[in-house]
């Protein structure tokens, strides 16, 4: 992403872009995956066919902007477009994250698992984020099931009880 844009406000749908953002393929395999990370924390670049995937099931909570996306040599890439995310939850309550100790190299340190909110605050969406800022993405079992029944890779899913942080709030 070459010119300066809020990545989180993108992602938040927060932003609306006018133009196409720039993207250049930087990293990965041979060839650009259905699902493209940018080297930002937060932007998700998806191929035609995932949007169509989620299109198909009518999933809810999500929208799309253009992109441009390059390859390594600099040369158009057709049929990505970059994934906003329009459903919200409320704030994450790092407070009742649980310490867990975990066995690292240098000795026993803790961790804290889980990320929770309260479920009265999401809004029902199969995609959404939590209000606070943030790059957190949550999808619902029947997204994560759609995707993973149509070999979509480079994406990864981890439970929200499973979310480990080291850092303590």
């Known amino acids: 992403m070459g ?6 406000a993108l992602t938040r749908a927060e932003l609306r872009p006018s133009q196409p953002i720039p993207v250049e393929w930087a990293m990965g395999s041979a060839r650009p ?17 995932v949007v169509q995937l989620l299109r198909s099931h009518g999933f809810t909570g999500w929208s799309l902007y253009d992109v441009a ?16 995310i329009t459903g919200r939850c409320g704030n994450i309550a790092w407070e009742r994250g649980v ?21 009265e605050s999401w809004d029902g969406s199969d995609f959404f984020m939590p209000a606070e800022r943030g790059g957190y993405v ?18 990864e899913f981890t439970p929200l009880n499973q979310f480990e942080r080291t850092w303590k709030v």
């Open 33 to 49: 995956m259905q699902v493209m990370w940018t080297m930002y924390a937060a932007p998700l670049i998806l191929a035609d066919s």
């Open 69 to 84: 996306v390059r390859d390594k040599q600099g040369q158009p890439i057709p049929g990505y477009s970059g994934l906003s």
């Open 99 to 119: 310490e867990v100790p975990r066995s690292r190299p240098a000795g026993i340190f803790p961790v804290w698992m889980g990320l929770f909110f309260d479920p």
């Open 3 to 8: 010119i300066e844009i809020d990545p989180f």
């Open 138 to 155: 949550f999808v619902v079992e029947e997204v994560k099931r759609a995707l993973e029944r149509a070999k979509i890779r480079n994406v």
